[in-house]
């Protein structure tokens, strides 16, 4: 039978669903949590420095500006340039990184992005409009369980190659704003505005949509 | 500055006020006149309770309860529903003390209901990392002491909730989930303490299983599978392999109360291919006998040597009293991940070899040496670096984690088992970088094939261990088999695992169907049994996830006429006769 709650159970329920902070209360919160956690890596990603050795910004979210480099393979470091995209696919793992103190965002796997070029005349109206010579940029985490998305395979339910997060099967098209095609996941991936200048590429502006894996309530 | 704090602190008191406002409609808590867990309880449970994964220390899930039974059951209907309010897979048993149930779900929450009426007493959800990488989202419940309860956690830590409110009382961080350190399982409770193992093989951990003191959650000792320099069994191992050779210890241990010994399973190897990790490679793919007290391992039994398949062995063996070859034996049965059914002998200081069969077809084992147990290899079926390599059954094995049932009434053995699968991998030398998957393979290399022609794939076996023996077998003719099953004294077993989304009640001493109910998703969680007032119930998650999932993906891809089209989301579903 339901009866008024105890101020054990109101204290309880304050601790479960606090209101959401300030911008600047929510940065710090985050950069003491991601500073007092030991780094990693994720999936197709480089090896990290450990927290400790992490430096200022290298857990932030891409901003304006940054620029891109290469996250894995032979070229780890380096920038990642139009030239460096094969049309087509498939896409460049890579992370952003600050033009001007040279600091990697690596120290927060949410940061790692995929980079394609495809056939413009692939993409649907709001992602054209949205790609750079048709260069395109997500997050590279799944919006479902948070796995990596690590392949670039024929589709499940299709006969397209699309991005695949092989945790738990689920698939995206990144010709359609990387909407979900395949398998569990709820959402698409969040996309990154980039911009494209003399062949350089760079950070247009803020992920669009959540980055990482649902979570309840 | 001031006026903003002082914004803020009017804005969350308004906010409190509201949640608990909101909140008073919805919640029957905080619980009163809870029953606390004893020692004594736990080895000797009501039979109208289930306080321990499979009810009682042995790990048999059998239910003594009988008012449910082969006659009536027909006559089996919803009592109560409740939605979780998540999707993936839900797995845990709801556990019942006296009248409460708790239910674990995926994303780390918990919560207490009325296990008669279904109303709500309290919820814990517990925040976790925006960026924890969850390869298996979901929990195998929650244990009991006392007045409180025990969660581990997929962030790695181990959470005791007060059990009349739910509020924390402790949270002790066990290992850095950035790591690939996580734990899916309910945690085992013995005499004070609370133990656990780590999940994380895919990620080239070293598997452990740990215990905490109840009270105050301060660690009390660690035993690592793997064994480390100096210690025995070391030298089963070559180089550094030992460090990140996997053997995770994903799944709650049994007990044996008249000698004190806990038997944990233990997982495979990591890499995959064993030629990354040369030599029987102790303690993975066995079972180990340890001191609660101390975590001191007694003895071990290895099912099979330098796993190369990913056949983890973590469920924990049946400790079942048999009377096979005209001697009582004290038995561990486990039919394994490795397609064998193993009936082994524990003593005091040794487990020894009895028997093993294979339940499912393989072409991996040629044959088991009578002497030391140990499987007989085909290399050719063995997976090696730089060539592809095929295998019967496939990596989800004959069995895989979802648990087999003993009937103390009929005596058999009943196996959720697969039938008709093969996969296969082409091994491949990738450097570990910690936190990210190290199978030894690219994860899109991995397949599963049904067999060409096929006529069923999941099946409902009832094995007699004493003369090794099937009794019966019911097969699913377009569906896995993928979740755990439980017996009762009404002579009946219980188990959901197939993408129709149906929960079933088999005859368990024919095998035959008796009842089905259609759940809103498909059931990988455990069936439960309890008794409230004189009336019998019958309790199990319906939520389709994790490997159920990928396993049913696989099948839609195999042209064999299967979607991969079953719902996800979470619903406890009570069942008791219609009156």
């Given at each position: 039978m339901a009866r008024a709650l105890s101020n054990t159970h109101c204290s309880s329920s304050e601790t479960v669903a606090e209101p959401e902070a300030d911008e600047s209360t929510e940065q710090t919160r985050r950069a003491i949590l991601l500073g007092a956690l030991a780094s990693t890596a994720c999936l197709g990603c480089s090896t990290r420095a450990h927290a400790a050795e992490d430096p200022p910004g290298s857990d932030e979210r891409p901003q304006r500006g940054d620029v891109l480099v290469f996250s894995e393979g032979d070229q780890e470091g380096k920038l990642v340039t139009a030239a460096d995209l094969p049309a087509g696919g498939p896409p460049v793992h890579a992370w952003p990184k600050d033009p001007k103190t040279s600091v990697v965002r690596s120290a927060s796997r949410l940061n790692e992005i995929l980079i394609i070029r495809l056939d413009p005349a692939e993409l649907d109206e709001q992602t054209k409009a949205r790609a750079v010579d048709g260069i395109l940029a997500y997050s590279a985490i799944c919006s479902h369980a948070g796995c990596p998305v690590t392949a670039w395979v024929k589709s499940d339910a299709g006969d397209k190659e699309v991005f695949k997060?092989?945790?738990?099967?689920s698939e995206y098209d990144p010709r359609a704003g990387a909407q979900v095609v395949f398998g569990p996941a709820p959402r698409r991936l969040a996309a990154l505005p980039l911009a494209l200048a003399d062949g350089a590429l760079s950070v247009a502006g803020n992920f669009i949509g959540k980055v990482g894996g649902a979570q309840p309530g | 500055m001031k006026t903003s704090i002082t914004k803020k602190q009017w804005y969350l008191s308004g906010f409190v006020a509201f949640t608990c406002l909101v909140s008073t409609a919805a919640i029957a808590g905080p619980i009163e006149n809870y029953a606390p867990v004893t020692q004594q309880r736990l080895e000797n449970p009501e039979p109208g309770n289930w306080m321990l994964y499979r009810r009682t220390y042995d790990g048999q899930g059998y239910s003594p309860l009988d008012q449910i039974n082969t006659s009536n059951v027909k006559n089996l209907t919803p009592v109560w529903t409740f939605a979780t309010g998540v999707v993936e897979g839900h797995e845990a048993p709801p556990i019942v003390n006296n009248g409460v149930m708790f239910v674990a779900t995926p994303m780390g929450q918990v919560i207490a209901l009325n296990a008669k009426t279904g109303d709500e007493y309290w919820r814990y959800k517990r925040q976790l990392p925006d960026d924890l990488f969850q390869l298996h989202p979901t929990s195998r419940g929650v244990g009991l002491w006392e007045d409180k309860l025990y969660l581990a956690t997929t962030d790695d830590h181990v959470v005791a909730l007060d059990a009349k409110t739910g509020k924390v009382v402790w949270d002790t961080k066990v290992q850095d989930y950035k790591k690939g350190q996580y734990m899916t399982l309910m945690p085992l409770i013995v005499d004070g303490k609370v133990i656990v193992g780590g999940s994380g093989g895919e990620f080239g951990v070293r598997g452990y299983v740990a215990a905490f003191d109840a009270k105050d959650g301060k660690e009390l000792w660690r035993t690592f599978t793997i064994p480390g320099e100096g210690e025995p069994g070391h030298d089963t191992w070559q180089g550094d392999d030992w460090k990140n050779g996997g053997g995770s210890a994903w799944m709650t241990g049994n007990y044996d109360k008249d000698t004190k010994t806990i038997y944990w399973g233990v997982g495979n190897a990591a890499p995959w291919p064993g030629e990354m990790h040369p030599g029987?490679?102790?303690?993975?793919s066995s079972v180990l006998a340890l001191d609660p007290g101390t975590g001191k391992i007694k003895t071990y039994h290895q099912y099979h040597q330098n796993d190369s398949w990913d056949w983890d062995e973590v469920e924990a063996p049946m400790l079942i009293d048999l009377q096979r070859d005209g001697r009582n034996i004290k038995s561990l049965v486990h039919p394994g991940r490795d397609a064998i059914f193993w009936v082994l002998e524990r003593t005091p200081t040794k487990i020894n070899y009895v028997a093993g069969w294979p339940f499912v077809a393989t072409d991996v084992w040629k044959g088991i040496d009578a002497e030391s147990g140990k499987p007989i290899v085909d290399p050719d079926h063995k997976p090696v670096v730089g060539k592809r390599v095929e295998f019967c059954p496939s990596l989800w094995g004959g069995k895989d984690w979802p648990s087999a049932a003993y009937s103390q009434k009929t005596g058999l053995v009943y196996v959720p088992a697969n039938e008709n699968f093969c996969g296969g991998f082409t091994g491949e030398k990738i450097a570990l970088k910690p936190g990210e998957l190290w199978l030894g393979t690219k994860p899109e290399d991995i397949g599963l094939k049904a067999k060409p022609g096929a006529d069923h794939f999941g099946e409902l076996q009832a094995w007699d261990p004493a003369t090794g023996k099937k009794v019966w077998q019911h097969n699913f003719p377009k569906s896995q088999l993928f979740g755990s099953v439980t017996a009762t004294a009404g002579d009946l077993v219980f188990a959901g695992g197939t993408n129709d989304r149906n929960f079933r009640a088999f005859n368990a001493k024919t095998g035959e169907l008796l009842w089905e109910q259609k759940t809103n998703s498909g059931i990988m969680g455990m069936p439960v049994s309890y008794e409230i007032d004189g009336t019998q119930y019958v309790a199990v998650q319906s939520g389709w996830g994790v490997d159920a999932q990928r396993i049913q993906d696989a099948l839609a891809t195999n042209n064999i006429g299967i979607e991969s089209n079953v719902p996800q989301g979470g619903v406890i579903w009570v069942f008791a006769l219609k009156k």
């Open positions: 997060c092989m945790c738990h099967n | 029987d490679n102790l303690y993975t």
